[in-house]
């Protein structure tokens, strides 16, 4: 939290999509940055370092003409080199304060939540939150969907408005939405994947449940926020993965974006309905071909990076990670470096910026034709393997080519207009991650499942 408000400092920048933006955003960022400086307690040479440079970026807009959008972009990139030290210094204390005051406020809110639970266990005649589910003899078995060990009290019922394009889900007044196809698929992964509501009596109050966590996580859709965490890769580069890498499962998904019918998520409890096998960090294959895309948090992929490595150094059967994070260069943060020197590197490519798209991470509320986002920056794809891994899906110059090609801006819509032709693709066959069940918290009893028809 602390390097995201200091990177908005002195204010948040956006990519423009015009010149006439780019020229606006540089003015508007030179004018924050010297009313910032001017009213925070400085050193006399921060405050003449950032002064100069902004009056510097004011007579270079007033004699400059028809400067293009990357002149503005690489002038705006040049200021806030030279400012942003400065401005850091000055806002050090506060920003501290606000990081200081959301850390206690977050455990505040996370104990009331965490005694409504246990009262309403109580309630329901149900044991305590944290049942003692340690396994004595782990094994190894398929990778099965979480399973909760204590069972769920009853629900009360949620109100199902369908409209033309999107479903409409509300409860006490709060009403939450979601694409009419995205609902579609929730159905099917519940179907897949909830072995104890055949009869789907739970299935909308666990949707509105799904729904109202991701929006409060991801800050609604109206402020954009937190759409980045829930970014996707197209579902052309999903089809190569699996196809070539014999990739069938994401470890930083939801079911709200999942391409494969098993992926890791940061929310098991409501999740779990829906095919999550739980934190990431949580869990531990032994086997399996895996993709992971990441939040952009670089102690977070760090933490990732640390962990990939400890359950490659522990498997000798075939165990592969293709990893995907922004090519951030100034300066490249240490995660990247140690992808870049890791002794499981088996070998790197970089997709240039503009050059390929993501799935917006809004996409189960916004229009089919604003799914796709050319990525803003570039990305470092690394393949991590032991050994074996290596050996059954090794990054050969064959695959690799076809892997980039499926990220070329356009393929996902090329590849919609192909299957509107074709006929249906036959059932994948069965080849999913296995993993120890002492690793799992929660095992339930149904075979791996890999691909699923997607979105």
């Not at 000798?316 to 943060?333: D, G, K, Q, T, Y």
């Not at 991470?361 to 074996?388: C, D, F, M």
Request: aromatic share 12%; charged share 25%.
């Amino acid at each position: 939290m602390y390097k995201e408000i200091m990177n908005d400092l002195p204010m948040k920048l956006e990519r423009p999509k015009f010149t006439g933006d780019a020229r606006k955003q540089l003015s508007k960022y030179a004018e924050a940055a010297k009313k910032m400086i001017e009213t925070r307690n400085v050193s006399s040479e921060s405050r003449k370092i950032v002064k100069w440079n902004v009056e510097e970026t004011f007579q270079w807009l007033r004699r400059t003409v028809g400067a293009t959008y990357d002149d503005f972009q690489e002038r705006l990139a040049h200021l806030k080199r030279q400012c942003q030290p400065h401005l850091t210094e000055a806002a050090k204390s506060s920003v501290e304060g606000i990081c200081i005051k959301m850390n206690n406020l977050s455990a505040e809110y996370a104990k009331k939540i965490r005694d409504k639970h246990n009262e309403l266990l109580k309630e329901n005649g149900l044991a305590d939150l944290e049942p003692n589910v340690n396994l004595l003899h782990p094994r190894k078995v398929w990778c099965y969907p979480v399973l909760f060990a204590l069972p769920c009290p009853r629900l009360p019922p949620v109100e199902f408005l369908p409209d033309k394009d999107q479903t409409l889900l509300r409860y006490k007044g709060d009403a939450v939405r979601i694409n009419n196809l995205h609902f579609q698929k929730l159905e099917q992964l519940y179907r897949y994947n909830c072995f104890e509501d055949r009869k789907f009596e739970w299935f909308l109050p666990r949707v509105w449940c799904l729904l109202k966590r991701y929006q409060s996580y991801m800050g609604g859709q109206t402020s954009n926020e937190g759409q980045g965490t829930q970014g996707a890769l197209p579902l052309t580069v999903f089809e190569a993965l699996y196809k070539h890498f014999g990739v069938s499962f994401e470890c930083f998904a939801s079911p709200l974006n999942c391409y494969f019918r098993q992926f890791a998520s940061a929310f098991p409890d409501t999740d779990g309905y829906f095919g999550s096998r739980g934190p990431i960090l949580e869990f531990k294959p032994v086997s399996g071909s895996f993709e992971a895309n990441p939040p952009f948090c670089e102690e977070f992929m760090d933490t990732m990076v640390t962990h990939f490595e400890k359950l490659l150094s522990d498997s000798s059967e075939p165990l592969s990670f293709i990893v995907f994070i922004p090519e951030w260069r100034e300066p490249a943060p240490p995660v990247l470096k140690r992808l870049e020197e890791s002794s499981w590197k088996r070998r790197q490519v970089v997709v240039p910026t503009f050059e390929h798209e993501y799935r917006h991470g809004y996409q189960h509320l916004v229009p089919k034709s604003e799914i796709n986002v050319r990525a803003a920056h570039g990305t470092v794809i690394v393949w991590l393997q032991n050994e074996a891994g290596y050996q059954k899906w090794g990054p050969t110059d064959e695959r690799v080519d076809a892997l980039l090609e499926a990220y070329r801006p356009g393929r996902e819509r090329e590849r919609d207009r192909q299957e509107l032709l074709s006929p249906p693709r036959p059932n994948q066959p069965l080849d999913g991650p296995i993993a120890n069940m002492g690793s799992m918290l929660n095992v339930n009893g149904s075979s791996a499942i890999t691909g699923m028809k997607p979105i």
